[in-house]
Each structure stands twice: as C-alpha cells, then as structure tokens.
Nanobody, 117 residues
C-alpha cells in the first residue's frame, strides 16, 4: 500500500483546509485509515480514523467538532495556530487498528500545515 498526502499549506487562524490521502496498491487489505500530526520534538498525535469497511469514525480530542474524516481525506475547520504540524495519513491492515501510531502499517510522507495568528 502506498499513501500520498496533499493539501497542506499556510493558512490563517479561522480558515479551513482539506487534506487528501491517495491510496494505491493492495488497498483491499486496508481496514482503517488514520490521520496523525507531529510537531518536531514531540510524539505523533492521533487526529482521527475512519473504518475502510463501514465508514465509522473516531476523533482525537484536538479534532472533535472541528474536523471531518472520510476515506480519502480530512476536512479541518476553524484552524488554530496550535494546529501547526506535519500531518500524516496512515493505513492499518489489522482489524484492531485504533489510535496508536504503532497500530498502522503504512504511512504517507506527510504534509505541512502552518496556521498563522
């Protein structure tokens, strides 16, 4: 499975941004797609996940209310400067794939999101 993110960039506080994740290869093996973000010097933080099979979703604390995840992307609204990070999409091929980074088997290269105040 190969994953390629796009859609990052520089936006102002309060703006919206949609990140896309294009999956290719053996996508029939995917159970879950997730989004994580990382600031240099910190661990990857869980943002949201969506079941590839039934579309059910789970959101991390930072993404609740302000984000909508789908199988091919992440819509982020009302962005704040503290949302500045590199955002990664990830694919898990096991049924029990949840909010831990180590649950996921494949990762994209990341896309930078910068929110100015």
């Amino acid at each position: 499975v190969q994953l390629v993110e796009s859609g990052g960039g520089l936006v102002r506080a309060g703006d919206s941004l949609r990140l896309s994740c294009a999956a290719s290869g053996r996508t029939e093996n995917i159970y879950t797609m997730g989004w994580f973000r990382q600031v240099p010097g910190t661990e990857r933080e869980f943002v949201a996940l969506v079941s590839w099979r039934d579309g059910s979703t789970i959101y991390g604390y930072s993404a609740k209310v302000r984000s909508i995840i789908s199988r091919d992307g992440l819509q982020m609204n009302s962005l704040k400067p503290e949302d500045t990070a590199v955002y990664y999409c990830a694919a898990g091929t096991r049924i029990a794939t949840w909010s831990r980074a180590e649950d996921y088997d494949y990762w994209g290269q990341g896309t930078q999101v910068t929110v100015s105040s």
